[in-house]
């Protein structure tokens, strides 16, 4: 909740380590995280799973970084 720059989330449901609903509750819990799910994808294998997905919401995290938002 500290934290004061953008966090972007990247949480497969299927996640083995951590549990999807912390995943959440990190995103949430950052005053401007955004959390972008991955359906049955696990704790590393999210950009294998949905490469374009996981491409737009690097690309759009970026932006709203470098915009200093």
Avoid: T, W
Avoid at 31 to 60: S, T
């Amino acid at each position: 909740a500290r934290l004061r720059c953008p966090l972007l989330v990247l949480h497969g449901d299927a996640d083995p380590i951590c549990r999807f609903d912390s995943g959440q509750a990190i995103a949430a819990a950052a005053k401007e995280g955004e959390f972008v799910a991955f359906a049955g994808g696990g704790h590393i294998d999210l950009c294998q799973r949905d490469a374009d997905r996981y491409r737009a919401a690097m690309l759009r995290f970026l932006d709203r970084v470098d915009r200093g938002a």
